[in-house]
């Protein structure tokens, strides 16, 4: 079988290998190669690899002054390299101090032991504020999997040895293309007075594909593989020494290398860009007589370990401020080994010349990334083929996964109590949470994930926020790294560190003697000259503990009150010290997550720990009942971020020195899986447990809050039963306490408990729900029965079936929520109008009614089941399953056969049998109670809600 001669000449020219295809690099660099140097050495590791036989190149090539630089240029050369992370994070951290490393010395060590390997390579000469451009890019084409899976489909249709030339027009036509290759761009400056060049720069280096076959879709002419596109960028300005090499930026590898795998969760390499300039002889008059720079002037570096949680809770708990951050950091680096008990998960590092971003960009942002891209399908279809059953891709789109750190840097700022000052910027930081894993989808009801041609797709984002990511506005001391974040996930802890560097300072000429009394030097703001820098906002380290206690901890919570939430809080944490697992009332850290941030409303802090959870069905499935079963169309992905999402907003106020924090938080845990059957009674072999579709269950918490907080003394601000994934709308068996605790960063913590500041006007809002027979009636006074109540269940005399409490600490007035349960994710197949809202689909009926009819677009629902506890200035609102949701089977006659497809109605019928849950849910709203005054308010025959209120 061979394609038609014309358009398989027109296919074979627009798919030459990539060695066929002329690479003119005079025509790109901006000066001539370097003796002994050939072209595939010039432009590097990535394109060289494309030349066979090509010698491998020298990563310490862009050291060499190579031929003389012409009259009125400067020339830079760029060298990419691929290191091994954890030998580059611990050099990274040795540069602690202005000129402590030498990264000449450091090259020339590596490069002896093997550890350097050329991925590209620049050179580009340019006069001062001409701008360069160096190195190329080319289209690499490829077929998107849509494209590629509906062209498989008609070649499957014609099955003749001789394919219609129309096939092949329309994919020439519909070919898509990214670029690959490496450019830098960029301008610089010399800068005489500050003894180095100013050098804005642009660096994308793209590197060839990675290839993965598509199984679902084999083409039996020429390969359709799914290419993984990895790309490193930099963007940045720096103020460069005339003649040392410099460091510019590093980046994780974008992918690991071929048949090099992931080291848990992260590249065991990074790709690091140095740099060295070399001046002409004219320009090197220029350089007048300030003493020449020795490093680059200023640098954001940022460092993540991965470590046991106990290793770093103690310490947490009782950091008071940035002190021990450096040696912190040093000691957990010195240990970091790959699969040891402390990893490296990320190192970063970008160039920023502070104070000077105002004249080279057009805003102040410095960012780093590298992403791998790939476009993959996220929906498919049945063929419509008579001989193959497989699916094809109805909607496809852009996955990527990606290392990032991003700053937009905003001034100087002085420290508390004065001194050198800090930098201000806005910090955004961002690392994958897990390694690519393919997952196989099954296309048909009755299929399972390992047939022949299923649909293969990585666990990886493509519209929601995915990984670790952080975005806060904070100030950093210079030369001293601090702790800007840890998320703990499980016994695991990811712990980030950051650090900015001023670079070496020129060297002052000696003053002569004065007899004049030394004065302070004064401060001068780079992006005010006029004015000092102000003084900086008061500096927090925010600290929001997810713990977890049996139920022996029920009493404690039925009696908590807003003055007992900060010696609450400590029993939490003391508990959570225990090393006897086996002893009652131990406390679990579920999650324990920090951050470092400045009091400004104006900036809140995002902060995410996901890992993406992919699975089909989106908002409906079709079904298509078959004669051999039911084969369905997926035609969306659904994605939900497992893990925490938290925002808040912190300020100081000026009178109380409270810290007012507004918070949203979400916490969404691993989730179960439900297998919800759709089958044909009449088709042998098809029954409720081998035929239908998968759809998860996340136990979620929500919680929405406003709160003051005293410094130094965490804050139990919220609690409620546990949600199970496994069991949605059970008697919970664990209470999960929230804890929030604001440290003022480089502030000595209080004498005594007393010196700490109170909320005042505080409140509680509790909602305890109780078996309570419908014999037992409820007076109009309830509080001496709610009080009877809650003394037996905290005697233990009486069941808690649920506990849900919001604490409004330093107000009475706010709006506040807490949802505990499991979002579930179930199947409808009875028709509805789209119009109808969810209320009507969860309180339909166990037996559907007469005219009930079967949709082939089968309707996928979710909802929290559990309880939901809302609070105003003036009501509460509770919404709470009674009991966890009953699984019935719908079954459908007269239905008819829909595949393969036809374009006549047939009379042949078939029955279809659809699982669906039903809920028990109930609301009730009413005004608050007086403080102190607990009420009792029946929710069915058999329970009671007792809602208090407490208040200091």
């Known amino acids: 079988m061979t394609p038609h001669p014309a358009h398989a000449a027109r296919f074979l020219l627009s798919h030459l290998p990539s060695w066929t295809i002329p690479v003119t690099l005079a025509a790109c660099l901006a000066t001539p190669l370097s003796p002994g140097v050939t072209r595939a050495q010039a432009q590097g590791h990535l394109l060289s690899r494309s030349y066979p036989g090509a010698r491998v190149p020298d990563p310490l090539e862009f050291l060499q002054p190579g031929n003389p630089v012409q009259e009125k240029k400067m020339r830079l050369s760029l060298a990419m390299l691929r290191v091994p992370a954890v030998d580059f994070a611990k050099a990274l951290e040795q540069d602690h101090e202005a000129g402590s490393l030498s990264w000449h010395r450091w090259l020339l060590q590596a490069n002896a032991a093997g550890k350097l390997v050329l991925v590209e390579g620049f050179r580009a000469e340019a006069e001062p504020h001409e701008a360069f451009k160096s190195g190329y890019q080319r289209p690499q084409h490829y077929i998107r999997q849509g494209e590629s899976s509906q062209l498989w489909s008609r070649i499957m249709q014609e099955n003749a040895p001789q394919l219609n030339p129309e096939i092949w027009d329309r994919m020439l036509d519909n070919l898509d293309q990214s670029p690959?290759?490496?450019?830098?761009?960029?301008?610089?400056?010399?800068?005489?007075?500050?003894?180095?060049?100013?050098?804005?720069?642009?660096?994308?280096?793209?590197?060839?594909?990675?290839?993965?076959?598509?199984?679902?879709?084999?083409?039996?002419?020429?390969?359709?593989?799914?290419?993984?596109?990895?790309?490193?960028?930099?963007?940045?300005?720096?103020?460069?020494?005339?003649s040392e090499p410099f460091l510019v930026g590093a980046q994780m590898e974008p992918l690991a290398t071929a048949g090099e795998t992931d080291n848990e969760t992260s590249p065991a390499h990074v790709w690091v860009l140095f740099g060295k300039l070399t001046l002409s002889p004219d320009v090197a008059e220029r350089t007048g007589d300030a003493p020449p720079l020795e490093t680059v002037a200023g640098a954001w570096q940022a460092w993540s370990l991965d470590l046991p949680a106990q290793a770093a809770q103690a310490w947490l708990r009782a950091r008071r401020s940035?002190?021990?951050?450096?040696?912190?950091?040093?000691?957990?680096?010195?240990?970091?080994?790959?699969?040891?008990e402390i990893r490296l998960r990320s190192v970063m590092s970008g160039s920023s010349a502070l104070g000077k971003s105002?004249?080279?960009?057009?805003?102040?942002?410095?960012f780093i990334r590298s992403v791998v891209k790939w476009n993959d399908s996220t929906g498919f279809e049945p063929t419509h083929n008579d001989r193959i059953f497989r699916p094809c891709v109805a909607e496809d789109d852009e996955f990527s996964r990606r290392y990032e750190l991003k700053l937009q840097t905003s001034g100087m700022v002085l420290p508390p109590g004065g001194g050198t000052p800090w930098q201000l910027a806005l910090v955004g930081h961002s690392q994958p949470s897990a390694p690519l894993v393919w997952r196989r989808w099954k296309h048909a009801m009755e299929g399972t994930e390992q047939d022949e041609g299923n649909l293969e797709l990585a666990d990886a984002p493509y519209r929601e926020e995915e990984g670790f990511s952080l975005e806060t506005l904070s100030a950093f001391p210079p030369g001293k790294a601090v702790l800007l974040s840890t998320t703990q996930k499980g016994e695991r802890m990811l712990a980030t560190f950051a650090r900015v560097m001023e670079g070496t300072p020129p060297g002052q000429a000696p003053q002569p003697p004065t007899t004049e009394p030394p004065q302070a030097p004064a401060v001068r703001d780079p992006f005010s000259p006029d004015s000092g820098p102000a003084e900086a906002p008061p500096h927090l380290h925010t600290t929001i503990w997810q713990i977890d206690t049996p139920l022996d901890w029920m009493a404690k919570a039925l009696a908590l009150g807003p003055d007992q939430a900060g010696s609450l809080a400590t029993q939490l944490l003391d508990a959570t010290q225990l090393l006897d697992a086996t002893q009652q009332g131990k406390a679990t850290v579920v999650a324990m997550n920090t951050r470092r941030q400045i009091s400004d409303n104006a900036a809140p802090s995002r902060w995410n720990a996901t890992q993406p959870v992919n699975f089909y069905g989106g908002p409906y499935v079709n079904t298509a009942p078959h004669a051999k079963g039911i084969y369905f169309n997926m035609r969306h992905l659904e994605q939900v971020a497992a893990g925490a999402k938290e925002r808040l907003d912190v300020t100081v106020d000026a009178q109380s020195g409270l810290a007012v924090v507004n918070a949203e938080l979400i916490a969404i845990g691993t989730p179960s899986w439900r297998h919800w059957g759709i089958w044909q009674p009449s088709v042998s072999g098809t029954n409720v447990s081998n035929s239908g579709i998968n759809r998860p269950a996340f136990p979620t918490g929500l919680l929405h809050l406003s709160a003051k907080l005293p410094p130094g003394q965490p804050q139990v601000v919220a609690v409620t039963s546990a949600p199970d994934a496994t069991t949605p709308g059970a008697t919970r068996s664990r209470l999960r306490w929230w804890v929030i605790g604001v440290n003022f960063e480089n502030h000595a913590p209080p004498a005594r408990p007393s010196d700490t500041p109170a909320p005042a006007r505080s409140s509680l809002v509790q909602a305890v729900i109780l078996p309570l027979p419908k014999s037992e009636t409820i007076p109009s006074d309830s509080q001496a029965l709610a009080e009877r109540l809650l003394a037996e269940a905290a005697a233990g005399s009486r069941a808690v079936l649920d506990v849900s409490t919001v604490l409004r600490l330093g107000t009475r007035d706010y709006t506040g929520a807490i949802h505990a349960g499991t979002d579930y994710y179930f199947t409808n197949g009875r028709t509805h109008p789209y119009t109808e809202d969810q209320a009507a689909l969860i309180n339909a009926p166990a037996v559907m009614p007469p005219d009930s009819e079967y949709d082939d677009q089968i309707n996928l629902q979710n909802r929290i089941v559990g309880t939901r506890l809302e609070v105003t200035e003036e009501k509460w609102t509770l919404t709470r399953d009674l009991a966890p949701p009953q699984v019935v089977t719908d079954t459908f006659q007269d239905v008819r056969y829909e595949f393969p497809w036809q374009e006549e109605e047939t009379t042949k019928r078939t029955a279809v049998s659809v699982q669906r849950p039903i809920f028990q849910v109930i609301t009730k709203e009413e005004h608050l109670p007086t403080a102190g005054s607990p009420i009792v308010v029946r929710l069915n025959d058999e329970i009671v809600v007792v809602v208090r209120v407490g208040g200091s």
């Open 358 to 366: 105002s004249r080279l960009t057009k805003n102040n942002d410095l």
């Open 180 to 242: 690959v290759g490496s450019i830098a761009t960029g301008e610089m400056t010399l800068e005489p007075d500050q003894g180095g060049v100013e050098i804005k720069l642009n660096v994308n280096c793209a590197a060839l594909p990675v290839k993965r076959p598509s199984p679902a879709w084999v083409h039996p002419h020429f390969p359709a593989p799914k290419l993984l596109f990895p790309t490193w960028e930099f963007q940045g300005h720096l103020l460069a020494p005339l």
């Open 322 to 340: 940035d002190a021990d951050d450096g040696p912190r950091l040093r000691q957990w680096l010195a240990k970091a080994q790959p699969g040891g």
